[in-house]
């Protein structure tokens, strides 16, 4: 009596969130699937939720739905869970895309598998334990931040850069991940004969707040550039440093290879004063156009650089045409080959995926870069 006064819930809340939706002039007709995303609000992760926009856009709304899990994530799981399990509750649900894979997803997962086994399941930039979503999940995907060690320094020398200046805190530093990365780096430069330095800087949680860390790295980039040369390369493992390290970099005529989260969106606009209208939200060519209009006015061509497209759109945009492919039979659960040749097309370039250790279908990438003003 319970199973089905909950499955009763869940049809009435399909048909609430689905069951009256409005046709939009990219609607596709005579489609008889659907693929399901699941998003953050744009205050929580605005580059999944226009990638995921955009794909309705291009589809319409008959084919992939969109829907959003709390701001608060880490306090509503249960809501997650729910508005996840929802989406299952319609039978023409072919694939569910979760981007970012925020706690809940892999329980939400294990309970839609309890009574479809049918549906496709891509999570991106899982929170959870590895190994946990992973077993859950047909196919997870992150960016490969110990391969970033090896490619950073790579695109930096290519850059120009005899000096590789890493700024973080004690705080990041003990996260295994992110000191794994930092000796990478150090190993990398010590390979190509670029000097490695590590500075301390303040850490953003701390007394100065963001504020103190931002005025930190804007006052320290000089006067490293004094001491090493223009020829350096600024990195930070903190978001909220990208902006004035950009804009240090920059005026002082160094070089920035990549931001901690590579993106077209992040920080840049911000650090060269680009403002975006709304319509072109989504535009990534826009914003590469922007930048580099700007980069080349500033005397950067050639010294700044990004992936070509945000690496959370990119698992968006390539997670979706796979999940389109195999509502139409024409790839099974774990094509991996086929997942690779969309996640390149996706992210405009070669990418390079290798699985997690001991995960094989937990896929780690890193994408192509754009270096802006380069001839």
Not at 120 to 141: Q, R, T
Request: charged share 25%.
């Amino acid at each position: 009596m319970k199973k089905a006064l909950v499955l009763l819930l869940l049809v009435g809340l399909a048909f609430g969130l689905f069951g009256c939706g409005t046709k939009t002039p990219g609607d596709s007709e005579g489609v008889d699937f659907k693929i399901g995303i699941v998003t953050g609000t744009v205050s929580q992760g605005e580059e999944e939720f226009r990638a995921a926009q955009e794909l309705v856009k291009k589809y319409g709304s008959d084919m992939i739905v969109h829907i959003t899990y709390p701001d608060k994530f880490m306090d509503e799981q249960e809501t997650t869970i729910a508005n996840i399990v929802g989406l299952a509750a319609d039978p023409k649900i072919k694939a569910i895309i979760i981007n970012q894979g925020v706690p809940g997803s892999a329980a939400a997962i294990k309970q839609i598998k309890e009574t479809r086994d049918d549906i496709l399941f891509i999570v991106g930039v899982p929170h959870e334990d590895p190994a946990m979503i992973a077993a859950e999940a047909d196919i997870c995907i992150n960016t490969d931040d110990l391969k970033r060690g090896e490619t950073i320094v790579a695109l930096a020398e290519q850059l120009g850069a005899k000096t590789f200046i890493h700024y973080s805190f004690p705080r990041h530093m003990a996260m295994e991940l992110l000191a794994q990365r930092r000796d990478i780096f150090r190993e990398e430069c010590e390979k190509r004969g670029i000097q490695f330095v590590e500075v301390e800087a303040p850490d953003p949680t701390g007394d100065a707040g963001v504020t103190g860390a931002q005025q930190f790295i804007l006052e320290d980039v000089p006067r490293q550039i004094e001491k090493y040369g223009k020829d350096t390369n600024f990195f930070s493992t903190n978001c909220a440093m990208q902006e004035p390290l950009i804009k240090s970099a920059l005026e002082g005529g160094a070089i920035f290879a990549e931001q901690c989260c590579p993106s077209p969106y992040h920080a840049y606009p911000g650090a060269l004063g680009i403002e975006i209208p709304e319509e072109k939200a989504g535009d990534v060519d826009y914003i590469l156009e922007q930048i580099t209009a700007k980069i080349v006015e500033k005397g950067g061509a050639g010294r700044f650089a990004t992936w070509k497209v945000p690496a959370n759109m990119a698992m968006i945009y390539g997670s979706a045409e796979y999940a389109i492919l195999y509502a139409k039979g024409e790839v099974g659960k774990q094509d991996f080959n086929k997942f690779q040749e969309l996640m390149g097309v996706a992210a405009k370039g070669d990418v390079i995926l290798s699985p997690l250790e001991g995960s094989p279908n937990f896929l780690m990438f890193v994408g192509e870069s754009i270096i802006f003003g380069a001839e």
